[in-house]
């Protein structure tokens, strides 16, 4: 990330399928909204209500446009992280126009209110022997015979 640059986590749900493209240059490219709706209790009705939703206008680049466009679909809640960046344009009309949208850096599952199974290519997983913090005895190789040294 860059000095000045403005970056942002945001929690939230796709409101539509990702729309993925690829560009001239041979780059993909994945647009997808999220809606961040806050919950409050309220103690007068003993009830949990939604507040003002805030939607955010997503987009992806290169294979994490692809892995975007695989993976998640409408209602898909995720955690992202990016940059907040803007965008200006003139109409046909000549109007100046500008918005806000965020340049996703890192995106996932939010795993608060369900399970996720992650099924990747085995020539992406580290080395579990290789792992010094490994806990399972059979990842960590002969580390531990019996038990930690702590």
């Known amino acids: 990330m860059s000095f000045g640059e403005t970056p942002i986590t945001i929690i939230g749900n796709l409101t539509a399928d990702p729309e993925i493209k690829v560009l001239e240059s041979g780059q993909a490219l994945a647009r997808f909204t999220v809606a961040s709706t806050p919950r409050m209790f309220d103690r007068e009705a003993n009830q949990w209500k939604d507040g003002t939703s805030t939607f955010f206008r997503c987009a992806a680049w290169r294979a994490l446009a692809e892995?975007?466009?695989?993976?998640?679909?409408?209602?898909?809640?995720?955690?992202?992280?990016?940059?907040?960046?803007q965008h200006d344009w003139k109409t046909p009309e000549g109007e100046n126009r500008?918005?806000?949208?965020?340049?996703?850096?890192?995106?996932?599952a939010s795993l608060r209110f369900t399970t996720v199974t992650i099924n990747g290519?085995?020539?992406?997983?580290?080395?579990?022997?290789?792992?010094?913090?490994?806990t399972d005895k059979a990842s960590a190789g002969s580390q531990f015979v019996d038990k930690p040294p702590f």
């Open 67 to 85: 892995h975007v466009a695989d993976s998640l679909t409408k209602g898909s809640r995720v955690v992202l992280s990016g940059r907040i960046r």
């Open 98 to 108: 500008s918005m806000l949208a965020v340049e996703v850096d890192e995106i996932g």
């Open 121 to 134: 290519k085995t020539a992406n997983k580290p080395d579990p022997s290789a792992d010094p913090w490994a």
